[in-house]
């Protein structure tokens, strides 16, 4: 069974960017073939998940040139990833630098202005060889990438899951770790099975709040304003949620970050106040919501300019007009 939520096939390229940590001092990047980059089975990150990730763009400019779209706010995140894991801390600047020469090296990948993307992929790991659980001392950012066309916005089917939980209160719900996405893959799995494409993850409390999709944030409009759950630790705050939001706001468009219970969308819906729906990342972009599936209640959100609309400016600023 594909259970990849963006149902694309992707190549990675044949070079890597690593920078090593050896408990001092990082190392400058340095370019390298990618198959000269391994983790050995018994090493940290593949035995107690002592890894955090990161996914960024770069887009083909008006100038003819390539540019990476956020990367600060990237870098950022990243550090906020790697400190939530006690990780050894990548500076920011070193981030920047990496990812930088990733793209400079393969520029030539970069499809043409409007058609894609070249999509980085940083990776802290430590890959130290033991058993036994104890704090990393050595490390290594390793960044691969994928030249990618631009993703068809295809409508989703989101399945609500009530039993399964992604993330919990004090977890690292908030974080882009590997233990994210595998702690939610058994929900993807039956989204599938009930015929949907994706999974809508609620908090597990008694309140029952909207979380996120498997690699998306969720935007729902009700009643004219459009919704996104507000930002806790269950949750990733999504570089392009940021930018969708900044998107709304120049449109004049209605937006606020609130918590949202899988009850009010329910009452909503009945109301036939749910208007438009979509989902936000980075590798998928915009993409619009068909139908919301909650048990035996079928939740259709009505078509609009407004997806359309945030997709429009998004690629503007991608493509270097102006910034969020």
Request: charged share 20%; with cysteine.
């Amino acid at each position: 069974m594909n259970v990849n939520p963006s149902g694309s096939q992707q190549e990675l390229t044949p070079i890597a960017v690593r920078c090593v940590y050896d408990g001092v001092a990082w190392s400058s990047p340095h370019v390298s073939e990618r198959i000269d980059t391994s983790f050995a089975v018994a090493s940290a990150c593949v035995q107690y998940g002592f890894s955090v990730f990161e996914g960024l763009k770069a887009y083909r400019q008006h100038s003819g040139g390539v540019a990476l779209f956020l990367v600060e706010q990237h870098a950022q995140r990243f550090t906020q990833s790697a400190r939530r894991l006690g990780l050894p801390q990548v500076p920011e600047s070193l981030f920047i630098e990496a990812c930088e020469a990733a793209m400079i090296a393969q520029a030539h990948l970069v499809p043409a202005m409007g058609a894609g993307s070249l999509y980085l992929r940083p990776l802290l790991a430590v890959p130290e060889e033991r058993l036994g659980l104890r704090i990393p001392q050595i490390a290594e950012l390793v960044i691969t990438a994928v030249a990618s066309q631009d993703p068809l916005p295809a409508p989703k089917r989101l399945w609500v899951e009530t039993d399964l939980v992604r993330a919990w209160p004090g977890g690292v719900g908030a974080v882009k770790t590997a233990a994210n996405y595998s702690a939610g893959l058994m929900g993807l799995i039956k989204a599938r099975q009930q015929h949907c494409d994706d999974v809508l993850w609620l908090d597990g409390r008694a309140s029952a709040c909207i979380t996120e999709a498997s690699t998306s944030n969720v935007f729902l409009e009700i009643g004219g304003i459009v919704l996104t759950p507000r930002l806790n630790d269950q949750l990733l705050p999504g570089i392009t949620r940021w930018s969708a939001i900044a998107a709304l706001q120049k449109s004049g468009i209605p937006v606020r970050e609130i918590d949202l219970s899988l009850g009010e969308l329910l009452a909503a819906s009945r109301k036939r106040s749910l208007g438009e729906c979509f989902l936000t990342g980075t590798l998928s972009g915009i993409t619009p919501v068909e139908c919301i599936q909650a048990g035996g209640v079928v939740m259709k959100p009505t078509t609009g300019k407004i997806g359309e609309e945030v997709r429009g400016q998004l690629a503007s600023w991608q493509r270097g007009d102006g910034h969020p």
